[in-house]
């Protein structure tokens, strides 16, 4: 069955939205099969980000996401990435529409709540850095 990953970011931690973020993708019938709140290291953000390794913002994202644990999600059902995508809205919350994640929840392009995987083989790298070469807990 596909698989996503999702992240809830230290801005959301800090609004105390979790559950909130959690009932999205509860209300769209997919389904939580793993979770944990966890500390992301300067090995994982470089290994989870490494595509935007080189952007000018990378150094605020990186400070960004080490601010809080995060709560890094498995969530499954058909079409789950593309879905979940499209329930988290467009990577800035200041574009994205009432009634998504970011467009509800989110501040700007920076402080946009979540992450979630951008397809099938990112999910299944991410699942990897966050659920099998970290220990549990
Ligand atoms: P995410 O979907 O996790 O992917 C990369 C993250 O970098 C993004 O969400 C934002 O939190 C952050 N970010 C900050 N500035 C930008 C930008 N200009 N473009 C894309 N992502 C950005």
Request: hydrophobic share 40%.
């Amino acid at each position: 069955m596909e698989q996503t990953v999702v992240l809830v970011k230290p801005d959301a931690v800090k609004k105390q939205v979790i559950g909130k973020i959690i009932t999205y993708l509860e209300n769209a019938h997919f389904h939580l099969v793993a979770g944990k709140f966890t500390r992301l290291t300067d090995e994982i953000i470089d290994r989870w980000y490494k595509h935007h390794q080189d952007k000018p913002f990378f150094p605020e994202l990186k400070k960004f996401m080490m601010e809080t644990p995060v709560m890094a999600m498995i969530w499954e059902g058909e079409g789950v990435v593309a879905k979940v995508r499209e329930i988290c809205g467009p990577t800035d919350s200041l574009k994205a529409p009432k009634g998504t994640i970011r467009g509800d929840l989110g501040t700007d392009i920076q402080y946009n709540v979540v992450h979630a995987s951008e397809d099938e083989e990112n999910a299944k790298r991410e699942i990897g850095l966050l659920f099998e070469l970290t220990p549990q807990g």
